[in-house]
């Protein structure tokens, strides 16, 4: 990993969506913790560490722009980082929403904890 502060592993994070299947399961199975839960568009509620990694190496996002990309502190070893997206799969329809990751701090660095999709 680049970076080792929130802010950047969320960046680093969409770079690895936009690359490759193997470089985005490769990135998430690096930064997410033990326990981890993502809540995504649709009423997809994902818990098992192993399907989140899995479900990461699916097709790529062609583009994406992260805008109003924030960071808020609410305990010393805990980060929300919060922001718009706009991403793009090929020719399909683009994707917007607004996004929350919850990052811990643990002895081998920030780990993403909870991540949250709100389409737009």
Not at 28 to 33: C, I, K, S, T
Request: charged share 20%.
């Amino acid at each position: 990993m680049e970076s080792t502060d929130p802010l950047g592993l969320e960046q680093q994070g969409w770079q690895a969506l936009a690359s490759t299947g193997e470089q985005a399961a490769a990135f998430y199975d690096d930064v997410l913790d033990q326990e981890v839960v993502m809540l995504l568009p649709g009423g997809l509620l994902l818990e098992d560490r192993a399907a989140i990694v899995a479900s990461m190496s699916g097709i790529p996002w062609s583009s994406y722009e992260l805008s109003g990309l924030r960071e808020l502190h609410p305990a010393p070893d805990t980060a929300v980082v919060f922001y718009r997206v706009l991403a793009r799969r090929g020719e399909s329809a683009p994707y917007e929403a607004l996004v929350s990751s919850t990052y811990a701090r643990r002895d081998q660095g920030w780990r993403l904890v909870v991540h949250q999709q709100t389409p737009c």
